[in-house]
């Protein structure tokens, strides 16, 4: 089976390198395709050509803002490339801060038997297939995650992918078929340390808007723009950040830092210290 990943990221200094391990082991690092938006951070370029010299593809073409703007036509594009030249079984494209893994009844699970085995029963599809869930990380208790169940983002069995928006959200099967939900699930760093986290979600918004004012970002999230829960990260100081994440209702998953330790890295952010 060939389950081809593909992701744009810029200056993912803290995820890159583990997103890349996680995923090379599970599909294969020459199954891995990579957009680099213009990356200038140390970290992050080296993580970029150690993933090269294991195999992965790194497209660092798309380096402008209107390329982030795009990158669901380029990811459509691309897997219409790859259909025609070289089809895998399976297109799913990620952000940098989402790592596959498959619901199990025991938790989830990033066994690669047990991956492959849950892909298979959507062998052939043709309808969108949905991300059946996240798990969010607490920035305050490394290693605890929330169950966020309320996913739309998409992917598709070979031969299925039509149209791709921006954040995934919305895929369109070539026969326009109603999305199908599987056990297909990702743990998601989105909750990264306060400085990261601001960094980040300006880089997010750039591409959409430069007015960073609170007036202006209030106004952004009512009108649900593009990126706009993206921009509650702004209005927030940290003391407000760190307190959104109380009292926890979080629970504790052992078996996410297992994953990392498997392939020679570390629980992301768990070094993090808060003054909570």
Not at 5 to 15: A, C, F, G, R, V
Not at 91 to 99: A, C, H, N
Not at 202 to 216: H, Q, S
Not at 221 to 229: A, D, F, K, L, M
Request: hydrophobic share 40%.
């Amino acid at each position: 089976m060939r389950i081809k990943i593909i992701m744009m990221q810029k200056n993912e200094d803290d995820l890159l390198r583990p997103w890349l391990a996680h995923h090379g082991y599970l599909v294969g690092f020459e199954n891995l395709h990579v957009f680099d938006n213009g990356s200038t951070h140390p970290a992050t370029l080296e993580a970029l050509e150690w993933g090269e010299s294991l195999g992965v593809a790194v497209d660092r073409t798309r380096t402008s803002r209107q390329d982030f703007i795009d990158k669901g036509h380029i990811f459509t594009s691309l897997i219409h490339a790859y259909e025609a030249e070289n089809a895998a079984d399976f297109y799913m494209p990620l952000d940098g801060d989402e790592f596959l893994v498959v619901r199990t009844e025991h938790g989830v699970s990033a066994d690669r038997k047990i991956v492959e085995a849950e892909f298979e029963q959507y062998r052939g599809m043709t309808s969108p297939l949905m991300i059946g869930a996240g798990l969010d990380n607490n920035p305050t208790m490394p290693g605890h995650f929330f169950w966020s169940l309320d996913q739309r983002k998409t992917f598709f069995a070979a031969g299925a992918c039509g149209i791709l928006d921006h954040g995934f959200h919305v895929g369109v099967s070539k026969d326009g078929s109603e999305p199908f939900k599987t056990n297909a699930v990702y743990v998601h760093f989105h909750y990264k340390p306060f400085a990261a986290l601001q960094e980040h979600s300006r880089e997010k918004l750039l591409p959409f808007t430069d007015d960073f004012r609170p007036e202006a970002l209030a106004t952004y999230i009512e009108e649900r723009r593009e990126g706009w829960h993206v921009a509650g990260h702004l209005l927030h100081t940290e003391e407000e950040y760190y307190q959104c994440f109380y009292p926890p209702s979080y629970v504790p998953m052992p078996e996410i830092a297992e994953m990392f330790e498997r392939v020679g890295e570390k629980l992301p952010f768990a070094d993090l210290k808060t003054s909570q």
